[in-house]
T-cell receptor, first 113, second 114 residues
Framework: GENVEQHPSTLSVQEGDSAVIKCTYS??????FPWYKQELGKRPQLIID?????GEKKDQRIAVTLNKTAKHFSLHITETQPEDSAVYFC????????????FGSGTRLSIRP | DTEVTQTPKHLVMGMTNKKSLKCEQH?????MYWYKQKAKKPPELMFV???????INESVPSRFSPECPNSSLLNLHLHALQPEDSALYLC?????????????FGPGTRLTVL
């Protein structure tokens, strides 16, 4: 079945520096790759997503890149701020008939002041 | 209304109790989902409803019983749960099943089974 691997599991960066989280997936038919941010005690919130017909997408300080050949995608956060501290989950679609997604194991991002 | 809402926020129940979790959305979404999330783990899919019909059951034990009374509401009926069922239960919805649309999550119900 589909497997999504996410690295690193924890990441600590200095405020103002960049953070990169990487994911790989196994199902070559996957076409949709969302990223969710979950703060402690809160709901997962979509921060950016990408579909397989594009290689990169950017929204202010957040960008996602997709390499379909290598089956990996990455989240880039630039100019990190304290409010970026959270757990980030990547995900990949595995069943287009039901919008089913599989999540990576998560990355706990801490921003050092 | 652009949110998924869930009630209650917290629920404590004994192993012999029967309770229900409720989820509601008024965005006109036709796919709704139940997820279970344990601490420090990703959400784990339990059920998917497409156009009010159950389309995916991820081999969930029968002590969890989903129900979709209409396109805006999703319930999860709980009976004879075990302590290991304690978790955050998240509801989500997406616009149209099958188009890999964004899933929007509710705030969750934190369930404790004693």
């Amino acid at each position: 079945g589909e497997n999504v691997e996410q690295h690193p599991s924890t990441l600590s960066v200095q405020e103002g520096d960049s953070a990169v989280i990487k994911c790989t997936y196994s199902d070559s038919a996957s076409n949709y790759f969302p990223w969710y941010k979950q703060e402690l005690g809160k709901r997962p919130q979509l921060i950016i997503d990408i579909r397989s017909n594009v290689g990169e997408k950017k929204d202010q300080r957040i960008a996602v890149t997709l390499n379909k050949t290598a089956k990996h995608f990455s989240l880039h956060i630039t100019e990190t701020q304290p409010e970026d501290s959270a757990v980030y989950f990547c995900a990949a679609s595995i069943n287009s008939s039901a919008s089913k997604i599989i999540f990576g194991s998560g990355t706990r991002l801490s921003i050092r002041p | 209304d652009t949110e998924v809402t869930q009630t209650p926020k917290h629920l404590v129940m004994g192993m012999t109790n029967k309770k229900s979790l409720k989820c509601e959305q008024h965005m006109g979404h036709r796919a709704m989902y139940w997820y279970k999330q344990k601490a420090k783990k990703p959400p784990e899919l339990m059920f998917v409803y497409s156009y009010e019909k159950l389309s995916i059951n991820e081999s969930v034990p029968s002590r969890f019983s989903p129900e979709c009374p209409n396109s805006s509401l999703l319930n999860l009926h709980l009976h004879a749960l075990q302590p290991e069922d304690s978790a955050l239960y998240l509801c989500a919805s997406s616009q149209v099943p099958g188009n890999e649309d964004t899933q929007y999550f509710g705030p969750g119900t934190r369930l404790t089974v004693l």
